[in-house]
């Protein structure tokens, strides 16, 4: 891109008032704005000239099912691939603003907008989509520039995501990480941490679903001696832990609407007030949170404020599922066992060209954290300095009482909520119902595996739960 012309920012919407609007905002900002009517004249443009970043509706008739917005989303792509397009969407049509990021799109945001967010927003995303230096698509290079150290892979995607890291972690951006229980989300905060100008600070983590609501503000913004029964002496809280480091909000999806408003006054104006104490503290905190629901659908739902949603969305990172990265398995399992060997002592240990090719073909629902833990039985049970395809199966049927064989969780065809639901219940039979097991064999908070039983409308908790 000449360095000389000022960016242009391609605006797409039938209303003409918003046409004008959006002109305002970008002229005062400093961009070049060309405005289309709908998608013909859109396509009409992006034929004649490139642009740098593209603000979309997604509804142009009286249809609001917006499929003609996801069309455009895709002949926009398809004709120029690197500009990001941002969404815009009506409050109610924000499931439909998910599926155009399913899609491709960067982010979204709703009318009417904020327009000191809507700016922060154009910035950050123009940002993260600065071309990189050539050559810097590789692993090599990229480990040559960053410390992304503990992430084993070289799948296009994950090359992708690393990326991203290396270009927002020196801003002080929230970062908002997307991806399934087990995939790795708690690394990429440590990674975006490590490559910042933060990294001589902590990064403070916190599980979301863990805090109940009673001890919210006591665990968050501290307290002072006195401030109630328990309060024997002044307690610092975790965002005063992370001043001038990060906070990782892990789970944040898991936090309640009461809890939702007093994060969002942080965030705003970075100040917080220690629980019975006189006066408001600073707070100079880097958020990154994560999540394995779609936050966007919350909002719509109302589960999630809108306005802390877009507090905690400026840089949204999608970490793809094991299963969409097959050919980094092989790297990882490798990795894995090195680590679990050494952990216990263990000699050296291979794996079998058998035994990879078995594990790269498995669905994996748990990702890698699901992985490791078959690594990790198969190598105490197997106690072998080679473990083979036949190894795992053995240690499969001994998982499950030597009944099920090679049968495997069966969750082709289901969608992330009913493969969700399907792994709570095998876990629920696999442990007899108690609850602190199934929520360690998840990888959850005992408060986060409460809602989710809830929301599958799995019923209350067994009586089993009393067992040791």
């Excluded at 142009?60 to 926009?76: C, P, R, V």
């Excluded at 009506?90 to 327009?115: E, H, Y």
Aim: proline letters at 4%; glycine letters at 8%; a negative charge.
């Amino acid at each position: 891109m000449d360095s000389t012309r000022k960016q242009r920012i391609l605006i797409v919407d039938d209303d003409s008032a918003v046409q004008v609007s959006l002109a305002l905002v970008l002229k005062q900002q400093g961009y070049e704005a060309l405005c289309a009517d709908g998608p013909r004249q859109a396509l009409a443009l992006l034929e004649q000239q490139s642009v740098d970043l593209v603000l979309q509706d997604m509804n142009f008739s009286l249809q609001t099912s917006g499929e003609e917005g996801l069309q455009l989303l895709a002949d926009i792509r398809a004709m120029q691939p690197a500009p990001p397009v941002l969404l815009m969407t009506a409050w109610g049509s924000i499931a439909l603003a998910v599926r155009g990021m399913q899609a491709g799109a960067a982010n979204f945001f709703t009318k009417p907008w904020d327009n000191t967010q809507l700016a922060e927003l154009i910035r950050t995303t123009l940002e993260a989509a600065a071309p990189v230096p050539a050559g810097n698509a590789s692993r090599q290079a990229l480990d040559a520039q960053f410390d992304f150290s503990g992430i084993v892979g070289e799948h296009p995607r994950l090359l992708k995501v690393l990326t991203t890291i290396g270009q927002v972690a020196n801003t002080r951006a929230p970062v908002l990480i997307l991806g399934e229980s087990g995939c790795g989300k708690e690394l990429i905060a440590d990674a975006i941490h490590r490559n910042s100008p933060r990294a001589s600070k902590p990064i403070i983590k916190i599980n979301m679903g863990a805090i109940t609501p009673t001890l919210f503000e006591s665990e968050m913004f501290g307290h002072v001696r006195g401030a109630f029964t328990d309060a024997r002496s002044d307690r610092k809280g975790h965002i005063a832990s992370a001043h001038e480091g990060t906070l990782f909000l892990d789970e944040i999806g898991e936090l309640n609407r009461s809890d939702q408003v007093k994060l969002l006054r942080v965030l705003q104006d970075q100040t917080y007030q220690p629980v019975g104490a006189s006066r408001s503290e600073k707070a100079d905190v880097r958020i990154v949170s994560a999540t394995n629901r779609e936050l966007a659908e919350l909002v719509a739902s109302g589960e999630f404020r809108e306005d802390l949603f877009y507090r905690l969305n400026l840089i949204t990172i999608r970490l793809p599922p094991l299963r969409e990265r097959r050919s980094d398995i092989a790297l990882l399992a490798r990795h894995i066992i090195g680590e679990v060997a050494a952990s216990y002592g263990l000699p050296t240990t291979t794996l079998a060209p058998q035994a990879l090719e078995w594990l790269s073909a498995q669905p994996w629902p748990g990702n890698i954290r699901q992985l490791k833990q078959t690594l990790e039985r198969t190598l105490l049970l197997v106690g072998s300095s080679e473990l083979r395809q036949a190894d795992f199966v053995a240690a499969e049927q001994h998982e499950h009482g030597g009944a099920l064989g090679t049968q495997r969780l069966g969750v082709d065809g289901m969608t992330l909520e009913q493969v969700e639901r399907h792994m709570i219940v095998h876990a629920l039979e696999q442990h007899h119902g108690n609850i602190s097991r199934v929520a360690k064999a998840l990888g959850l908070s005992r408060t986060a595996l409460y809602r989710r039983l809830e929301r599958h409308g799995l019923g209350s908790v067994p009586d089993s739960e009393a067992l040791p």
